[in-house]
């Protein structure tokens, strides 16, 4: 409790924070997002802007009707969306809440508390066009999380899945970010699903450094 304080009070901490509390995904996530943290650096600013520009024109130009995002965070990335319908879901209770709160008088957008182990999107009614993991795979540190987490995203989307993540194996240790190689994950275990675009990021890490840039670049997949 006395550390969640001390969080709260000086947020550039939470950068540090994995290493301080570290029990795993979730707790992790919950235990940032109720303790004042916010969805990183990725979802604001430059950054949140340029992926709310490929999104959106994505949307509009295949006339998507409805986007599931298996990881919706604190909402700010959203507030830079247009969707005709939209789903949330994320395994922070506290980053659900927020959201709900912050799209209250917004009847085209829902929100739900992800519970991997006993996520169905056929049963829970969760579906849609369009599947998105924004800055999300790079964070599934268990292998357990990893797999649940891929197999609900492309049984919850019905035509396209967007990815923006990094794509490369490495393990750092007692971290909340692990990369994953997941093209290949997805290309071995769902055949109907095909690569179709990857879109190198606007601002990368190479070009611009690990303070503005980013090292998640966009994946679009088509269901065949």
């Known amino acids: 409790m006395q550390l969640r304080f001390i969080l709260k009070r000086t947020p550039f901490l939470w950068r540090y924070a994995d290493q301080l509390t570290w029990r795993g995904s979730r707790p992790y996530w919950e235990a940032r997002y109720s303790g004042g943290g916010n969805s990183g650096a990725g979802s604001y600013g430059h950054l949140a802007h340029y992926k709310a520009d490929i999104l959106n024109e994505f949307v509009a130009l295949r006339r998507v009707k409805s986007v599931i995002e298996f990881g919706c965070g604190d909402g700010n990335q959203l507030s830079l969306a247009k969707y005709p319908s939209y789903i949330g879901l994320d395994v922070s209770k506290s980053a659900i809440q927020t959201c709900v709160s912050l799209f209250y008088e917004d009847n085209t957008k829902d929100f739900f508390l992800y519970i991997p182990e006993k996520f169905d999107s056929i049963i829970d009614g969760h579906a849609a066009d369009l599947g998105m993991s924004l800055d999300v795979v790079y964070h599934l540190v268990e292998d357990k999380m990893f797999i649940l987490y891929m197999r609900h995203l492309f049984e919850a989307a019905q035509k396209y899945v967007i990815i923006y993540s990094s794509d490369h194996d490495e393990v750092i240790k007692g ?16 055949k109907r699903w095909r690569l179709t675009k990857r879109l190198e990021n606007r601002y990368s890490i190479a070009q611009y450094g690990t303070e503005v840039g980013s090292f998640a670049d966009f994946y679009f997949f088509e269901k065949f």
């Open 175 to 190: 971290s909340h970010v692990r990369h994953r190689r997941f093209t290949e994950y997805i290309e071995a275990n769902f």
